[in-house]
């Protein structure tokens, strides 16, 4: 979560309450204005609090036009009714709500099967807040590991892990966190995500594993993870160096099982020592759930695992968080049910069909070069043409967002920093009808964005970023 101060400078004008806010008699009951940034000395009616809050968010993007984030913006009612029922349940009390720790159990061994753990009933996981808490507990188990493999040398020596430049911010804070040194492999020319040789090229003794990343934030395409095995494989048998390998599938890990078969990414190659997902993007889940996958017991450390007494019962946990609602599991679970394997592939067929529709239309436009066709994630990003000079990627994004589009434009790290783009992220919910108006909207303005004498945004960072 972002962090947050309290107010920066003296705020003290109340929120204004309409009277017709108050009871049926608009007049009867009136009070004063809450405060902004103290706690009222009193309470509100019900009605009234709500329609402040409410009235505030209305001026929130709408998240089915949100073509920056991953996140699930659309579930059936059905779905919507179990959260509701769950949302007062504590995940974290498994022995109260026992039928919703054997729906988790439930997910998990389905997982395992998805991605070809060798014996599913040996693979070890859990469900998380999200694939950022995922990701930090693959990475304190492959620092562990080490550990226990150096015990002679650590903690003297200072442990590494290898990553493309293009890994999603949750691995720079893992490093920053655990003391890791972060060893990143650049992008170069058209290559925007890890060398499979360069990683290699990078480990050591103190190297703790490999981030292989299926479906980079950046641009959508998949990093060749059977290719880093390869050469990690290589440079075992030159070396002796035995390197483990995460895959970071926060999103193709719930995309390529279905529509990318023949890919091999996952638990078939003995290097995959563990799989992170995010259940809220194409897990197709709102947000509030990840999980991470081990392939045996083996390569989560036991000494990781607390066997809490708690409430009355033995209870094995592995996580950063304590407490926290079991709906979004209970959807997952729901979500598996409902679909299963074919239906899974249907929705993640369609929307690669549309982000690779939408991707053709927008490269005939002519003004655009495309990144990536959305063939790989349901994602593609663009820049401008190379003779397009009056206006630029992040003019295209403040102007979209006047039609309601969250469209994220923003430049490429370090090497390829010459590079900015836009980038669309096709999900469930965004249909080829919702596609067909947003080529609308851009086709419009473009004739307003080619008479401009140059490009306008004058602060880029400030303009539209990527935090996604």
Not at 17 to 28: D, E, K, R
Not at 111 to 133: F, K, M, Q
Not at 184 to 212: K, S, W, Y
Not at 441 to 452: I, N, S, V, W
Request: with cysteine; net charge negative.
């Amino acid at each position: 979560m972002p962090l947050h101060q309290g107010r920066q400078k003296p705020d003290e004008r109340p929120a204004s309450v309409n009277p017709f806010y108050g009871q049926a008699n608009p007049v009867s009951g009136m009070i004063e204005a809450p405060p902004k940034h103290r706690l009222p000395d009193g309470p509100l009616p019900p009605t009234t609090a709500l329609q402040l809050v409410h009235d505030e968010l209305m001026l929130d993007g709408n998240s089915r036009l949100n073509l920056a984030t991953f996140v699930t913006t659309w579930m059936e009612p059905q779905a919507g009714v179990l959260m509701a029922e769950c949302r007062d349940k504590n995940m974290i009390d498994k022995d109260e709500y026992p039928r919703t720790a054997e729906l988790e159990r439930r997910c998990v061994a389905m997982l395992a099967d998805l991605w070809n753990a060798p014996d599913p009933a040996a693979a070890v996981g859990c469900s998380t807040t999200g694939s950022s808490e995922a990701c930090m507990l693959a990475g304190m188990a492959l620092k562990r590991r080490w550990a226990q493999r150096n015990a002679d040398r650590y903690p003297g020596a200072r442990p590494n892990l290898i990553m493309g430049v293009n890994v999603q911010v949750c691995w720079e804070k893992f490093c920053n966190f655990w003391e890791v040194e972060a060893r990143q492999i650049p992008m170069e020319g058209d290559r925007f995500h890890l060398d499979p040789e360069a990683a290699a090229e990078l480990c050591d003794e103190n190297t703790i594993g490999v981030v292989g990343i299926l479906g980079s934030t950046f641009d959508g395409s998949y990093e060749p993870i059977e290719e880093l095995c390869a050469a990690l494989d290589r440079l075992q048998e030159r070396t002796g160096l035995d390197i483990p390998v995460h895959v970071d599938g926060a999103s193709g890990a719930m995309v390529a099982p279905f529509i990318d078969e023949d890919l091999i990414w996952d638990f078939r190659l003995p290097r995959v020592s563990s799989i992170n997902t995010s259940g809220h993007k194409y897990g197709l889940v709102y947000p509030g759930v990840g999980w991470a996958l081990w392939r045996t017991a083996a390569e989560l450390p036991e000494e990781l695992v607390f066997r809490v007494n708690y409430l009355g019962g033995d209870m094995p946990t592995f996580a950063l968080n304590f407490s926290r609602p079991g709906a979004q599991v209970v959807a997952q679970y729901y979500t598996f049910l409902r679909l299963g394997r074919a239906g899974y592939r249907a929705v993640q067929q369609t929307t690669r069909d549309v982000a690779r529709a939408l991707a053709e239309r927008v490269d005939c436009l002519g003004d655009f070069r495309l990144i990536t066709r959305g063939d790989e994630l349901p994602v593609f990003a663009f820049t401008t043409a190379p003779e397009v000079t009056a206006y630029d990627v992040f003019d295209v994004s403040r102007r979209m967002r006047e039609s309601g589009w969250l469209v994220p434009a923003y430049t490429f790290p370090e090497n390829r920093e010459d590079l900015s783009v836009l980038r669309v992220v096709c999900r469930n919910g965004f249909t080829s009808d919702l596609a067909e108006l947003f080529i609308e909207d851009l086709t419009r303005l473009l004739p307003e964005l080619r008479r401009q004498p140059h490009p306008l945004t004058r602060d880029k960072g400030a303009e539209t970023s990527f935090h996604h």
